[in-house]
Structures are given as structure tokens and as C-alpha cells.
């Protein structure tokens, strides 16, 4: 179950970039000159889709799904890398392909969905020390 939630995030990264290849390059029309029909950016659609497909093995090494039982540091890992891969993305924010900035948000996204596990997985190891000290006393 949770190795076909890596695979439909992963999918909708990747189909979130081929679709804004699709879209107009506004910095090569305004600052480069050059007028549509814009040929689709088959190369970087390409590379950024086998990023999005490395960025998941990763995280999905870090979480390790089969043995994860709410850890907590495992989640902040993959959090922390995810945080860096979005740095990495909004270095190349600046006059971007639409593909680099869809994949920026795709990035953002899965972030902020690490961010939610992160948090929960500590609030539930924290409950359960509290509960365990309150019993062991």
C-alpha cells in the first residue's frame, strides 16, 4: 500500500512536468525574442522526470515503509532532504521553464506531506513516553 503511495506521487510529479512542457515559455518570448511555437523541451522534461523518480527512491531509502512503526528521525530525514531539494528547485527558479516550476511546487508538496508525517510521528512518540512515564511511576 504504501510503495503504490510513492508510485502515484511520483506519477503525479512526473505528469505535472510533461504537461507544463506543453505550456509557453514566457522568457523566451519577452526576453529572448523568440516567438511560439516553442519546440517541447524534450531533454529537461526528461532529466527533471528521472530526478523526481531519484528524489522518491531517497526518501522511500530513508523511510523505509516495511519498517517505519512512527519514527520520528526517519520522517525528519526525509523531511530535511526534501527541504533540500526544494532549495536546489528555487535555484533554478529565475527565469525558469514552466516544467522546472511545476516541479518546484511538486517539490513543495511533497515537503509539506513530509512535514505532516514528521509531525505526527513525533506528537505519537511523544504521547507515548508520556503515557509510559505516567504508568512506570
Known amino acids: 500500500m504504501i510503495k503504490a503511495l510513492f508510485v502515484i506521487v ?19 518570448q519577452a526576453v ?11 531533454a529537461g522534461v526528461a ?11 531517497a526518501v522511500y531509502a530513508i523511510i523505509r515503509p516495511s519498517s517505519f512503526d512512527y519514527s520520528w528521525d526517519r ?3 526525509a523531511f530535511i532532504i526534501a527541504v533540500s531539494f526544494v532549495v536546489f528547485g ?15 511546487w511538486w517539490l513543495i508538496g511533497v515537503a509539506g506531506i513530509l512535514l505532516v508525517v514528521f509531525l505526527f510521528t513525533a506528537s505519537a512518540r511523544l504521547v507515548y513516553v508520556v503515557q509510559n512515564h505516567k504508568n512506570s511511576n
Open 47 to 57: 532529466f527533471t522526470s528521472a530526478f523526481i523518480a531519484a528524489e522518491l527512491l
Open 75 to 77: 520522517a525528519f530525514c
Open 90 to 104: 528555487l535555484a533554478q527558479a529565475m527565469h525558469a521553464s514552466p516544467y522546472i516550476t511545476a516541479y518546484i
Open 10 to 28: 511520483g506519477l503525479v510529479g512526473v505528469i505535472l512536468v510533461v504537461w507544463a512542457g506543453l505550456l509557453p515559455n514566457s522568457y523566451m
Open 32 to 42: 529572448r525574442g523568440i516567438p511560439p511555437p516553442h519546440p517541447y523541451p524534450f
